[in-house]
């Protein structure tokens, strides 16, 4: 069994996420923001916690993840572009230090297929800020010392979850229920550890998909 914190736990990916880990033993703890998300984190097999990450500082923040084996960052900004990049970017950074700070080596960020300092979108596209702080959340992690595990899905969807993937830096869609059981499957697999992982709905199933990245 692991202690598994995820940090919004009321997104899409989250929710389904939370059941898989605690299907299989592991103690979850859910981190929201609304006091109304926390009965659904709740009914999905966490123990939901109110905080809000994106006005909390470092050491709090370490207080938090602190007796946990694994942080998972599912959080964002929601489209809103004027918290984009302190929710995406500086609040990520700010969780990546206080694992690091606590003793926390183990952490899976979710961040997109394409991110990357020269992603190309450009300034006047309403995804650049995204994509920009995305970017420096990932660079930040892949230089923390963490034992680190960047996902980029491509094009979320609601399809059921088919259990397989492949692993591609191709643009293409995948389910969110595809997505929660690579975040779980990664959170076991240690050929994860230090590597970013592109991928799409496919035909290879997760596990075999993760065992050889």
């Given at each position: ?56 500082d470092t050491d709090t923040?370490a207080s938090l993840i ?148």
């Amino acid at each position: 069994m692991s202690r598994i914190i995820i940090i919004g736990g009321h997104g899409k990916v989250a929710l389904l996420l939370t059941p898989l880990l605690s299907g299989r033993g592991d103690d979850v703890t859910s981190v929201v923001r609304k006091q109304e998300h926390l009965e659904d984190v709740a009914m999905a097999g966490a123990a939901p916690v109110l905080a809000d990450v994106e006005t909390m500082d470092t050491d709090t923040l370490a207080s938090l993840i602190a007796g946990h084996d694994a942080v998972v960052w599912s959080a964002g900004a929601a489209g809103d572009s004027t918290r984009t990049y302190a929710v995406d970017r500086d609040a990520a950074i700010r969780t990546m230090d206080a694992a690091r700070a606590a003793g926390v080596s183990r952490y899976v960020m979710v961040s997109y297929s394409g991110a990357r300092k020269d992603h190309g979108v450009p300034e006047s596209d309403s995804f650049f800020r995204y994509a920009e702080a995305k970017a420096a959340a990932d660079e930040h992690l892949r230089g923390s010392g963490l034992d680190y595990t960047i996902l980029g899905p491509s094009a979320l969807t609601l399809e059921p979850a088919s259990g397989t993937i492949a692993v591609t830096g191709e643009r293409g869609t995948v389910s969110r229920g595809n997505v929660a059981a690579v975040i779980a499957e990664a959170l076991v697999q240690p050929t994860t550890i230090g590597k970013t992982v592109e991928f799409i709905d496919g035909d290879v199933p997760i596990a075999e998909a993760l065992a050889a990245v």
